[in-house]
Nanobody, 128 residues
Framework: QVRLVESGGGSVQARESLKLTCAAS????????FAWFRQAPGKEREIVAA??????????RDSVKGRFTISKIKDGTKNFVYLQMNDLRPEDTAVYYC???????????????????WGQGTQLTVSS
């Protein structure tokens, strides 16, 4: 069973940085691809960043390229997926979700339907 728990959200000012953490309770971390999605009020959920199971291929939506970094780290017995966010903008305000899928390839995935497991989300608010 997969359990994803996001943390690290909060309220920041524009141009500040924040790091989101997804603690992933999975049996074989190296076999999972992950992504961060976000959903702003009144809008559909959208992909923010994705990473393949090997951690060496990443995807970013255009609006966050150069500002956000996704990474996948195994720290002893614990597994984490991070989203480092720099130069935050008010339009980054949303609930951020971590998603996971077990995978046999080295692809990343950018569509919601491609992920089987989701966290509960963490709120980010960026003020101008």
């Amino acid at each position: 069973q997969v359990r994803l728990v996001e943390s690290g959200g909060g309220s920041v000012q524009a141009r500040e940085s924040l790091k989101l953490t997804c603690a992933a309770s999975v049996s074989a971390f190296s076999f999972y691809a992950f992504a961060w999605f976000r959903q702003a009020p009144g809008k559909e959920r959208e992909i923010v960043a994705a990473i393949n199971r090997g951690g060496d291929r990443t995807y970013y939506r255009d609006s966050v390229k150069g500002r956000f970094t996704i990474s996948k780290i195994k720290d002893g017995t614990k597994n984490f997926v991070y989203l480092q966010m720099n130069d935050l903008r008010p339009e980054d305000t949303a609930v951020y979700y971590c998603a996971a899928r077990i995978d046999q390839s080295q692809q990343y995935y950018v569509r919601e339907i491609q992920y089987n497991d989701w966290g509960q989300g963490t709120q980010l608010t960026v003020s101008s």
